[in-house]
């Protein structure tokens, strides 16, 4: 989605990060793009071109003079594509961008690309700080090349800090929001995800089985077709969406804060969490021990915040979404939840089956509308779900 048939030139250059280039084309060509990969002769010190060409099915150039010779694929490539990424990019040839020296195959084609290029410097922290580099990525940033900032962490000359090629699927998403469709821009979207977790004592707590990803998809993909997006997020161990602003909460009461605090300010509300219904009675401060042969919770109901903001509902948010987990009666569950929650859409997930619902990347759910208008989705990826979602919410947007 957003990137299937998009037509992506991949340019390596010789950092060590080269091996996480391998990975990004893979991913690339899972989504269905088709992924060209020209490589420097230092990039080639790192990784084989021959790894590039078994997983993109296409001859990967290294030299200027291996081009076919009725087209020259510099040109070809650098202007019959969607987008060129260069990852990682060294610091080499990010200064032989900045000044224009076009002295090989990968080089030549960056000045000669007409479509938009994505840039992701990988180095030495100190070499990424050092204001040579800084500068001449100043004046491509004003040039209009897009240029993704190294992650921080351990790098490979065994020091700390900022210079470490981001992950393959950030950069994915990254070439998603770029390649996207830009049809949510200006909306600005409020996503909740994940579990909430209810502390009974300093080591146990109550939780479910939600582990975010329909939530996580969703804010993904609305950021990807270029909407604000702010994701509340329970406990989960997915990673923070790239270009997506994550508040990080535990409990109930917590997330209640977090969601109302902003709903007013957006234009639409899904709540994807899976908020925990009942929590402990009193949090013991000690951990309890096991004196006795059973042992009696007092649970409260946590409040529930979907039927708050439906409650309360003004101009904004134009359109609130909820979801409804069940693992019988679907439809009457869905619907009642739908009308008590005053809600515009309702997303109906069985959560019995193994191929949907909690933690698995596949859903099948149906889709509920005030008007008792019942859309059946075929089963498919958690991402596909989440454009489809975001399609119906542009409908009842009047978009
Ligand atoms: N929800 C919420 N606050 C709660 C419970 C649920 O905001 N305390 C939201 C969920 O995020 C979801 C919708 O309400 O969008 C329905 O949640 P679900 O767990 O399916 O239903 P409940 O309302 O909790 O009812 P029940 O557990 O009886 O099925």
Not at 77 to 102: C, E, R, Y
Not at 328 to 350: G, R, T
Not at 372 to 378: A, F, K
């Amino acid at each position: 989605m957003l990137i299937k048939d998009k037509k992506i030139v991949l340019g390596v250059t010789g950092g060590i990060a080269a091996y996480k280039a391998v990975e990004l084309v893979r991913l690339l060509v899972l989504e269905g793009a088709e992924v060209q990969v020209g490589m420097t002769a230092h990039a080639m010190e790192f990784v084989a071109p021959l790894t590039f060409e078994a997983l993109s099915g296409h001859k990967v150039i290294c030299h200027m003079f291996e081009q076919h010779h009725v087209v020259m694929e510099h040109i070809e490539w650098a202007q019959g594509s969607d987008l060129v990424v260069i990852a990682p990019a060294t610091a080499n040839f990010i200064g032989k961008m900045t000044h224009g020296i076009a002295d090989d195959f990968l080089s030549t084609l960056v000045l000669a690309a007409t479509v938009p290029i994505l840039l992701c410097p990988a180095m030495n922290n100190k070499m990424y700080e050092n204001v040579a580099v800084q500068e001449n990525l100043e004046i491509l940033r004003k040039r209009g090349i897009h240029i993704m900032e190294p992650a921080q962490g351990s790098l490979a000359c065994r020091s700390e800090g900022r210079g470490r090629l981001p992950e393959p699927v950030d950069i994915l998403e990254q070439i998603r929001i770029l390649l996207g469709p830009n049809d949510m821009q200006g909306l600005k979207f409020l996503v909740s995800a994940g579990p909430t977790a209810e502390p009974i004592d300093p080591v146990r707590y109550i939780t479910n089985r939600s582990s975010g990803k329909m939530g996580y998809a969703l804010a993904r993909m609305a950021r990807a077709r270029g909407a604000e997006v702010v994701l509340v997020s329970g406990p989960t161990s997915l990673p923070p969406p790239v270009g997506v602003e994550v508040i990080g909460v535990r409990t109930a009461e917590e997330m209640k804060a977090a969601v109302l605090g902003r709903a007013k300010a957006c234009d639409v509300v899904i709540m994807a969490a899976a908020v925990v219904d009942y929590r402990p009675k009193r949090y013991e401060e000690h951990k309890i021990k096991k004196e006795d042969e059973s042992l009696r919770l007092d649970l409260e109901k946590t409040p529930d915040i979907l039927k708050e903001l439906g409650k309360s509902r003004g101009e904004t948010p134009r359109v609130l979404v909820g979801f409804a987990a069940e693992t019988q009666d679907l439809l009457n569950h869905a619907q009642q939840k739908l009308q008590e929650k005053n809600l515009d859409m309702i997303v109906a997930n069985d959560v019995s089956r193994t191929d949907a619902g909690f933690d698995v990347d596949t859903n099948l759910v149906k889709l509920l509308y005030r008007d008792g208008v019942i859309e059946d989705l075929p089963l498919m990826s958690k991402d596909e779900v989440a454009g489809w979602i975001l399609d119906r919410i542009k409908g009842l947007l009047g978009l």
